[in-house]
């Protein structure tokens, strides 16, 4: 359980749309799909309406400040089996860089792992009232592409186990690279929340509207605000 799972959630019914990719940058292949990860019938390139809304106005504020950048979208809308893939995929991932044979794990290792895992995982949880964030809708991992259609360097890549995905990592460095990297993601977390997203405290690209984590997040910010959750599990 984390602390945003308390939030109840008030499933408005909101329908999952298609993102129009047209409009953003798009990182290609789908990094998950590459991976053979369980979509099925499903696309990563879904969010609910008002969540697509909202990323539109992230990215036309983005435009104002810096024109012809653009907001690339990693990943979106996840069904928890894909959840489920993706943590067994990070856990093997965790055991072939240390090294080691899974049959060989001792319990304390297999322990160490999995909360390694889970540092930046949720759950894949199918309890209705503790979804994983990707699988209601309204979660999303983005970046940012700038006017020459390179991607901007934010100092760590999307879905790195370390502690270089924390937003602030780069705050307190004086190196001028450094600051380039805090200054990069704030330029991204500007635009989010400017447009009504929250962003995960431990990774700087996962950003959402309108979930549990959202509500959590905005409460946290403001003591004033009483939110619930609009998005529920989809699938
Ligand atoms: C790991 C990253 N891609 C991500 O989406 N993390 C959040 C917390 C999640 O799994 O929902
Ligand atoms: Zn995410």
Not at 191 to 199: D, P, T
């Amino acid at each position: 359980m984390r602390p945003y799972h308390q939030i109840p959630i008030v499933e408005c019914g909101e329908l999952l749309v298609k993102i129009p990719l047209e409009l953003f940058a798009v990182e290609s292949p789908h990094p998950y799909q590459k991976l053979g990860a369980p979509y099925g019938e499903h696309s990563p390139y879904y969010l609910r309406q008002s969540v697509v809304d909202h990323l539109i106005q992230a990215q036309n504020y983005l435009h104002s400040l810096v024109p012809n950048w653009q907001i690339q979208i990693f990943d979106a809308y996840r069904p928890v089996a894909v959840q489920q893939f993706m943590v067994d995929y990070s856990f093997k991932e965790v055991i072939q860089q240390q090294k080691l044979t899974e049959a060989d794990l001792s319990t304390n290792q297999r322990q160490d792992i999995w909360q390694t895992v889970y540092e930046i995982w949720a759950v894949p949880s199918l309890d209705v009232q503790t979804p994983p964030p990707h699988s209601t809708g309204a979660a999303v991992d983005v970046t940012l592409v700038n006017d020459r259609g390179q991607i901007v360097n934010m100092g760590s890549p999307i879905d790195e186990l370390s502690q270089r995905s924390h937003p602030d990592y780069y705050a307190n460095s004086s190196h001028p690279k450094a600051q380039q990297y805090h200054t990069n993601r704030q330029l991204l977390r500007e635009v989010m929340l400017k447009a009504g997203f929250q962003r995960n405290p431990r990774e700087w690209w996962h950003f959402s509207y309108g979930d549990q984590m959202w509500a959590w997040l905005s409460n946290q910010a403001n003591p004033a605000n009483c939110f619930t959750a609009r998005y529920g599990r989809l699938a």
